[in-house]
Structures are given as structure tokens and as C-alpha cells.
């Protein structure tokens, strides 16, 4: 297992979202063996203070103890497994393998919690049965009040048994996700069912919450004040949750709001070169202020989108290729940003196979802005940034990743724009 297999490259020409949301994973399921570590210690050390300073029989504690231990090093094991069936996914078919890594990572998940109510119930059994005497007596001696050690005892079984349970659920959504072929639109579902089952379990601790400083004699218009912060917040979420759901992702198509003017045709004109992978970025201070976007409760776009650049023997041509999220904001994932980095390889992969099969004026329809060379004052190529500069003060800045388009790019500039061309 490489380092390259688990960390996400921004370089890699190749890169595909799945591939993201895989080596995420990774990286998630490696570190939290740290936080397995620490669990162990931080339980070895509950278990001296019970018996050290709460004088609870050692036979208990061990019980206790080591049940949780036990459970913490079966967690470790099922997360062993979990690593290992996430790094098998082929992610070559990106929604597809994208909701198999999903379906995958929560499968683990239940089978970890499955372990962990066992493990505590049998726990819990095994004192009841054989220390029943000895609990008894740690009860009177405690410096809790008895009811209020049954009411924590239940609580914690309720707690446990709502987790449990939100888990079984949580897994059947994930299951039953539809498949498709475009990674936006998996993501659109599985952020739907993550906002969903937020707000189900907000809404019973939001309740519990009400209740207790209710019972401790908090004065009722601060209560009501607490519980329309909480309405509020309920009411926001199904609102989000809507937003999100009516978003419409068209992955063949570009959204015709953000098209900076019209394109003209030009007879005669052809394509001569292309840099697929593109992102616009700021050419001034002017720049700071013009707003790239807009997102409002899970929902938004992006207004340059444009994501490849093609060379025609006209003019420079900004078009942006139908990839997975288009120019949308989707919960807290913006499209055009992560597809530049993460997503390359079906930009580059569609945009060629754009240029195979269809004719310039359908490739025009895809575009967002274009540049004449009869419009151009300057342009400079700075390492992987381009920054045009147009004969009414305009300037426009753009950045790609890949070094193999730096040499026809400089050619093709030089060729079509003579001295208004700077190399830096």
C-alpha cells in the first residue's frame, strides 16, 4: 500500500472524485488508530481511579474495563478490515465505485456498533448476575443519589439503543442509493440522507435538552427562547434539505446564466490547440471584490465555471466541459473547484472526446467567454497561470496543473499573437 495510493495527489492528471473520496477514507480509517490508542490509555486509566478512589470491587472494573478494551481492539480489527475492502475498490467507474465505497464504509460501521451492544450487553449481564450483592452496596455508598443512578444507568441504555439504531437506518439508506452514472448526483442523495439523519437525532437532544433546563427551574422565557432557537434550526434544515433536493445537476449541458456574452461564430475558424483543466483565479486587487459565486442553505453556483481552454486560429475560446457537478454548490462541496483538482481525468477524457466528435459550433455552445487576438493587449504565461489583458483595461487570469500543456500553449501564443505574447 503506497503512500500515492492513499494520498490525494492534486497533480495527477488522472484523478478522478471517487479516487478522492477513496484515499479520504484511508487517510480517516489510519489516523483514527491514534484515537484507538489514546481509548485504550484513557480506559486503563478510568479503571484504577473506580477502584483506587470509588473503592468499586476490582472484579467489576475488570468487567467493565475490560469489555471496552475489548470492544476498542475489535473496533481496531474491524477497521483493519474495513481498510483493506476500501482499498480494493477499482475506482475507474466514478459514481459507481463512489457509491460502492459509500455502501462499503457504512457496511463496517454497523458491524462495528453490532459488536459494541453486544459486548456491552453482555457486560451489564454478567454484573447483574454474579455482583448483584456487591452493586447494591457500591449504590449506598456512592455520592450520587440512587434515583439519579437509575436515571443515568437508563439513559445511557437509551443512548446506546438510539445510536444502535440510527446506525441500522443510517446503513439501509446508504444501501439503497440509486445508482448512477454521474458522481454528483450520488452525492446529492448521500448528502440528502447525512442532513436527514442529522436533524432526526437534533430533535430528540434538542427535546432533552428543553426538558432539563425546564426541570432546573430556568424561568420559562428563556426556555422559550431555547426552544425557538431549536424550531428555528429544525425549520432551516428542512429548508436546506429541500434546496438540495431541487437542484438540478446536468452533466451534458452548461447553465446558460453564466455565459459572459454572446459567442459569435467565425467562418473558417478551427481549433488548433486545448488545456483541459482550467480555473479562473484574481489578475488584481479589483478582482477581490467581484463575487465568484453564491451559495445560500446547501445550494448555489459558481459564476466562471469554465474549466478548459481551447486555441482557436481566431481566438482564445473559455468553455467548460459537462463534468460530475457542473458549476454547482451542493451542500458544502463546490464542483468547479474540486473537479480542477481532484477531477482532471474526466475533464480531460470528455473534453477530447468533445473535440473528436462534434463541430465547432456545438463546442461553442459550451462555451462561457471568449477572447479575440484582435481584442488582446498582452497576454503572459507565468509558469502554470495565464493572464490576458484586453485592449478596454479587462484582464483575465487562469491557472492549470499539468506541465505538459506549458510548451504548445507558449508555441501557439507566440504564433497567433507575435510581440503582445510574455513568457515570464
Known sequence: MSTSNIIPNPFDKNSKLSDLAKKGELIKEGLSFTALIKSIIFLIILGVVLVAYFKIPTTIVAILIGTEILVTLIAGYIRIEKIKSIY?????DNARSYRKLLITSEYWELIKSIFSVIADGISVALIF???SSEISTIVQNF???TESLIYLFFAFVIFRAFEFVMRVI???LIKNLKESDDFAQVNQEFVLIQKKLKLVEFIPIGGIFLLFILLMGVPYWITLMFAGFILLIIILSIIEMKRIKDIQLNSEGIDSSIVQHKIESYQDEKIVGAVFGILKTITGLEDLFKPMGVS???SGKI???ENSLLITNYRLLMIQVPVSGGNKIVGETDYVSKNFFF????IRQKGEQILKTNSLPEILTLATNDVLYSDIKRVTLEQMKITIEKMNGERLGYVFMDEEYIKPLKELLQFYLKDKFIEK
Not at 88 to 92: H, K, M, R, Y
Open 296 to 298: 445560500f442553505l446547501g
Open 170 to 172: 443510517r446503513y439501509n
Open 88 to 92: 480494493s475498490i477499482d475506482t475507474q
Open 343 to 346: 477531477n482532471r481525468g474526466e
Open 129 to 131: 448476575i454474579f455482583f
Open 143 to 145: 455520592p450520587i443519589k
Open 303 to 305: 459564476y466562471f465555471p
